[in-house]
């Protein structure tokens, strides 16, 4: 089962409810990381390759986990790209990806970061960061 969810900025990604994990693209996650939760309610997987952004529920703790992504400008700030939210509940995941065009879309050779929480109030909030250079 799918459904849409409404991101920042008024963007759309689908949610699926099939397993609390999602399919690897061909060349596999380059990053995976999870809330701080002694059982992790949210997962974020990561391929650079296609910026390929999931966020999936993998508690059934009632709480929907999110993931925000934000680029690295010149001046060193980070600016919020978009926020994936999984809310169909545990096995559900939200996905972002380049081919969606626009904010999807993240620079090369820039820093993103990736901040993975639980519900509305950033709880069990964990913020990660790499080099975007596939």
Do not use: F, K
């Amino acid at each position: 089962m799918a459904a849409t969810v409404l991101l920042a900025g008024g963007a759309l990604a689908n949610a699926t409810s099939a397993s609390a994990t999602v399919d690897p693209p061909s060349g596999g996650w380059d990053h995976t990381w999870t809330t701080s939760d002694s059982n992790p309610g949210g997962t974020v997987y990561v391929a650079e390759y296609g910026d390929v952004i999931s966020v999936c529920d993998t508690d059934a703790d009632g709480v929907a986990p999110r993931a925000q992504v934000a680029v690295q400008y010149p001046s060193g700030a980070y600016h919020i790209r978009y926020t994936l939210t999984a809310s169909g509940g545990e096995g559900s995941c939200a996905t972002a990806r380049a081919s969606q065009g626009g904010i999807y879309d993240l620079p090369e050779n820039t820093s993103i970061s990736v901040a993975v929480w639980l519900g509305p109030d950033y709880g069990n909030v964990t913020t990660h960061y790499y080099q975007n250079d596939h």
